[in-house]
T-cell receptor, first 113, second 112 residues
Framework: DSGVTQTPKHLITATGQRVTLRCSPR?????VYWYQQSLDQGLQFLIQ???????AKGNILERFSAQQFPDLHSELNLSSLELGDSALYFC????????????FGPGTRLTVT | GNSVTQMEGPVTLSEEAFLTINCTYT??????LFWYVQYPGEGLQLLLK?????DKGSNKGFEATYRKETTSFHLEKGSVQVSDSAVYFC???????????FGQGTILTVHP
């Protein structure tokens, strides 16, 4: 158990809908990262937050947004969903810095039908 | 930008065989290097890491050495077990606040 929790574990929804994925980091970790894992794109970095502020952005679509709350949990919002958004979405947390390892949650599997 | 290239898989071995999974990288500056493992239906777990040239990371019998001259971080294990069957990802963090850049992953299957 990494100490990072994600809910829900599975999500099935229809095209055009909006969903929210939730992540709680390990106790004491201020930095949260979101990654998308799909068969065609592999593991891709989406966005990072540190202590409530956006720190880095990757290949995140404009239809996707995220935030980190004062209690440090984070939410990833996906809107106007398309079939191609079906993927595993992972959250990770760490002490900030490039030498510090990231601890991953179990992921949320999103299926868009 | 940064990139990581892993050997093509899948890799199929018999129990107690020697394992090598090749990983090379392209990065500016001095990245930190990681191997993560993903068991079926689970999230990623950190297997080992190295933060500077010539460092050797090791864990659970797995080893990898940070080779700056060849920009490589190959994963090795002397004797694999069935329980090592998983997907292995090589990854690096550059200078951009620690975001990970992953290789494409290598599926390892170990038969009894």
């Amino acid at each position: 158990d990494s100490g990072v929790t994600q809910t829900p574990k599975h999500l099935i929804t229809a095209t055009g809908q909006r969903v929210t994925l939730r992540c709680s980091p390990r106790s004491g970790d201020l930095s949260v990262y979101w990654y998308q894992q799909s068969l065609d794109q592999g593991l891709q970095f989406l966005i990072q937050y540190y202590n409530g502020e956006e720190r880095a952005k990757g290949n995140i679509l404009e239809r996707f947004s995220a935030q980190q709350f004062p209690d440090l949990h984070s939410e990833l919002n996906l809107s106007s969903l398309e079939l191609g958004d079906s993927a595993l979405y992972f959250c990770a947390s760490s002490v900030v810095g490039q030498t510090y390892e990231q601890y991953f949650g179990p992921g949320t599997r999103l299926t868009v039908t | 930008g940064n990139s990581v290239t892993q050997m093509e898989g899948p890799v199929t071995l018999s129990e107690e065989a020697f394992l090598t999974i090749n990983c090379t990288y392209t990065a500016t500056g001095y990245p930190s290097l990681f191997w993560y493992v993903q068991y079926p239906g689970e999230g990623l777990q950190l297997l080992l890491k190295a933060t500077k040239a010539d460092d050797k990371g090791s864990n659970k019998g797995f080893e990898a050495t940070y080779r700056k001259e060849t920009t490589s971080f190959h994963l090795e294990k002397g004797s694999v077990q069935v329980s090592d069957s998983a997907v292995y990802f090589c990854a690096l963090t550059g200078t951009s606040y620690g975001k990970l850049t992953f290789g494409q992953g290598t599926i390892l299957t170990v038969h009894p």
